[in-house]
């Protein structure tokens, strides 16, 4: 017999949605293009994209890979997935045919919904499954087009997803394997709902922001620490199908826009771009950063040049759905550096290899327990096993802790640098370099070196064309900021750094295009 009351009690991803349509009704919620949605129309069209997924044969619990840019057709995908009991897999849209494969293979996928535009990757990846398209507009599986479709159901149809419950698999959100295969973090209802009860009251959401979601939605931190939460909370969303920096000035000016987030590496960009300083960019009341690590002069930057705008520093990761800590605006002044304490539904320690606390301002490793954190990896229990080790979740962060709870991220562990038995925190030096005014960008490895086994080496792309002895003029900068074995043996220029779609360094191509070259033959200093 069914648990008396259970139902009534049960709160999912879809209820939440039909919650926030009920409540805000005909209020626009969403603009992607010229298509607007209200949350009424999201609501249902949640419901139309859920009958006419399990229509297609698919069951509950079975794996649906989206697979495009930003579309509205993306996120109804999620919510539709979510209404049904579906378990929504988002797949970088970057990927290769190899690499949507292993996704498709490793999650048992049985269906995959496709940008047009993406289909030749999609289609040689993959099994016998269900094909669909995201945004085609037509179709028997495409997404927008059964959103809109009433054939799908009208308002007061029966409800569906009924047996849908909150303990149960929602997402499997893929991590960006920089140190192996990519690993499926198993998110539930209940737990991403906790991290969006965090996300409204440490990222102050309110009904009245107007928001503009400009990075991929396959990314927790698009989706789960802003445009969900503020749908939720009823706020309006732009959503861009990418970042683009002239156009996300133009509509800060333009749509008022109160509440942005991008990543340390968009706000360089944005910083760069000559309209940032044209435009009329005052209504932006809270912006966000994240993903990465921040570094202390660009932040310093960014808040003099929008001194009327609230910086909110969100560390985590995807595996806590995703956000741990907040630095809010009033903490900046003091602790820049910082990504704050540990928010609502997180408890968070640093701590040492034999799980003890490390005395303030020593490193150690980031740990947490929390309602929001992932059951495990999806069919890899040694992963899930040594990622709870001790009973906390390791994050494979190293950072330090004040007296206060206040951490300071130093490194990914993957990117401390052991040279000459001393390990060197990239982050540190790459914050040293940036007081440099001719770095526009800096990444730090490590390189392959005869005597140091591994030697610091700076990957630097600079403002405009390069000064005279530049690869000199940023050794001796360093000389006067660091001490000397943090100093890098080798300066390398490039016109750019490498990135994912979420805007995120990706250090591993760094480290792969000069793995087999020795630090004495890179050429500079």
Known sequence: MAEIGARARRNTIGDAVRRAGARFRDRPALRFGDRRWSFAA????????????????????????????????????????????????????????????????QCGAAAIFVQPALRQVADAAGGALLRGTLDAGDG????????????????????????????????????????????????????????????????????????????????????????????????????????????????VEAERITSFFAPPTLWITLLQHPDFARRDLSSLRNIYYGASIMPVPVLQELRARLPGARPFNCYGQSEIAPLATVLRPEEHEARPGSVGRAVL??????????????????????????????????????????????GWFHSGDVATIDAEGYLAIVDRTKDLINTGGVLVASREVEEALFTHPAVAE???????????????????????????????????????????????????????????????????????????????????G
């Open 140 to 251: 028997r599986h495409d997404i927008l087009a059964a959103a809109t479709d009433p054939r799908w159901g009208q308002p007061g149809d029966p409800e569906v997803g009924a047996g849908v419950e909150d303990t149960g698999l929602v997402q499997l959100q893929y991590t960006s394997g920089t140190t192996g295969q990519p690993k499926g973090a198993m998110m539930t209802h209940r737990a991403i709902l906790a991290e969006y009860a965090s996300v409204t009251v440490e990222l102050e959401m309110r009904r009245d922001d107007r928001a503009l979601a400009a990075l991929p939605l396959y990314h927790t931190a698009q989706m789960h620490c802003f445009t969900m939460p503020q749908l939720l909370n009823g706020a309006f969303t732009i959503l861009l199908e990418a970042p683009n920096p002239a156009l996300v000035l133009e509509l």
């Open 42 to 105: 999201l609501d249902l069209a949640a419901d139309r994209v859920a009958r006419m997924l399990l229509d297609s044969g698919l069951a509950p619990g079975d794996r649906v890979v989206a697979f495009g840019k930003n579309s509205d057709g993306f996120l109804l995908l999620w919510l539709g997935c979510a209404r049904a009991g579906l378990v929504h897999v988002p797949a970088n849209f970057a990927l290769t045919t190899p690499e949507l494969d292993y996704i498709l293979r």
């Open 442 to 524: 800096v990444a730090v490895i490590a390189v392959p070196d005869p005597k140091w086994i591994e030697a610091v080496a700076a990957v630097v792309v600079l403002r405009g064309e390069a000064p005279a002895e530049i690869e000199a003029a940023l050794l001796a900068h360093a000389r006067e900021h660091l001490a000397a074995y943090k100093v890098p043996k080798r300066i390398i220029l490039a016109e750019s750094l490498p990135k994912n779609t979420a805007g995120k360094l990706l250090k591993r191509e760094l480290r792969q295009l000069y793995a087999g070259t020795e630090s004495g033959a890179l050429g500079a």
């Open 345 to 390: 539904n997180v408890e968070t320690r640093v701590v040492d290899a034999e799980m003890r606390d490390v005395a303030p301002g020593e490193r150690g490793e980031v740990v947490h327990r929390s309602p929001q954190l992932l059951l495990g990896y999806w069919d890899m229990p040694e992963e899930t096993a040594r990622a709870f080790e001790g």
